[in-house]
């Protein structure tokens, strides 16, 4: 990877991580047109600069992280199936990984989806995250779960999750982005932790590129998040929905072109 390269997949990753149309399938399209080879590295950038765009989330709600104790159990409680689900279905959701066509199928059913959620979900009685139940925390975490097939959407999984426990856009669009903190967190470590297991170790210009690409994330997702929740208080999901299905659309001609497709 080069520097043009690393900042190509921050700005995406920073665009795309909490906006409901799946960074992992634009990460496919992006890293396949810069002809980016998949390797450990690659595979550690694309997870780890997930960093940059966690702080992100707690530099804009730096009050809310710290209002209370009941704000960190229902975050405990929602994150709870995330790593329940992980460690069952670890080797199945590594084959899924490999699968370009699976994250393609994913983004088009998710789409179809999001063009109706508006219409399904319009009568929210839970207006913010502090009114929220455990039990719908808890459902929440269960929906999050189905971005563990790649094309899903974590944001988006999470936020119609949200919606359909009659929370407001707004509040599950929030959720969503608190709930990414403990979730990526995790996988980061992870990431980190299995990167050293199998005796990999960073050289000093990877390091670099990591905080160059966590850097970018920060600034994109910062802005990425202002413009969303503001756009779908007022307008919905129904572009999103659309969107989805035209990026999936093209991974599926890139597929059917014989364009070989890799997941970093």
Known sequence: ?????????????????????????????????????????????????QLGTILSVVVLYFKRFFQSFDFYFKLLVAFIPAIVFGVLLSDTIDELLESPLAVAISLVLGGIILLYADKWFNKPEVETTEEMSYGTAFKIGLFQCLAMIPGVSRSGASIVGGMSQKLSRKA?????????????????????????????????????????????????????????????????????????????????????????????
């Open 1 to 49: 990877m080069n520097i043009f390269q690393v900042i190509i997949l921050a700005i995406i990753e920073g665009l795309t991580e909490f906006l409901p149309v799946s960074s992992t399938g634009h990460m496919i399209i992006g890293s396949s047109l810069m002809g980016i080879q998949s390797n450990e590295f690659v595979k550690l950038f694309t997870v780890v600069i």
């Open 172 to 264: 599950a669009a929030e959720f969503s982005f608190f709930l990414a903190v403990p979730t990526m967190l995790g996988a980061t470590v992870k990431k980190i932790y299995d990167f050293y297991k199998h005796g990999y170790k960073f050289s000093g210009d990877e390091l670099n590129l990591l905080l160059l690409g966590n850097v970018i994330g920060f600034i994109v997702a910062i802005i990425a998040i202002k413009s969303f929740i503001g756009y779908v208080t007022k307008h919905g999901f129904r572009a999103f929905g659309w969107y989805r299905i035209v990026v999936g659309g093209i991974i599926l001609i890139l597929l059917l072109a014989g364009k070989d497709l890799q997941i970093v």
